[in-house]
């Protein structure tokens, strides 16, 4: 497997794994067509890339994508389920379900914080949103996501990427 940083041409595969991450624990709880539809999950994607959007595609040898992860910053007037503050952006992360439980996840993690740790402009904060029972939680912890705040069933994650353990 290899990491590779997310462009213009993968946006039909970034909805596809934003399709997974609402469905994360296997139910069909939402089809792509109600995502798009939903202005609150469509923010995720719409435009994409947008100016400082960054994120990252992990592929097999033969080039199939299995999962990705983007982080995106939005606004207090259009906020995400994670949301913090319009500087922190917020991730969105998905692994195929053939593909998942192989470390591709925190390959996908590890590959975008470096990548927030080396723009330009460097990324001081990540924020998500994860959702009671979700296993990925541990995933986060691991990498040095810490609880502050809740929203719904959901708790809201931050890491202070200088902080991160890998750093």
Not at 66 to 76: E, I, P, Q, Y
Not at 108 to 117: R, V, W, Y
């Amino acid at each position: 497997m290899s990491v590779r940083p997310a462009v213009a041409r993968d946006v039909d595969f970034l909805w596809r794994v934003l399709l997974e991450a609402y469905n994360w624990n296997g139910e069909q709880r939402f089809t792509a067509e109600q995502l798009a539809a939903d202005p609150r999950a469509a923010r995720y994607l719409v435009g994409w890339p947008r100016r400082g959007d960054f994120g990252v595609i992990a592929e097999t040898d033969a080039g199939e994508p299995v999962g990705a992860v983007w982080a995106r910053r939005l606004s207090g007037s259009e906020p995400g389920y994670g949301f913090v503050a319009p500087d922190v952006p917020e991730l969105t992360l998905g692994v195929l379900p053939e593909h998942r439980g192989r470390g591709h996840g925190r390959a996908l993690m590890e590959a975008l914080i470096q990548a927030a740790a080396e723009r330009p402009a460097s990324v001081a904060r990540l924020s998500l949103s994860v959702e009671d029972g979700n296993r990925a939680v541990h995933l986060y912890t691991a990498l040095g996501f810490t609880r502050v705040g809740r929203n719904g069933n959901s708790d809201t994650m931050v890491l202070d990427v200088q902080r991160a353990p890998h750093h």
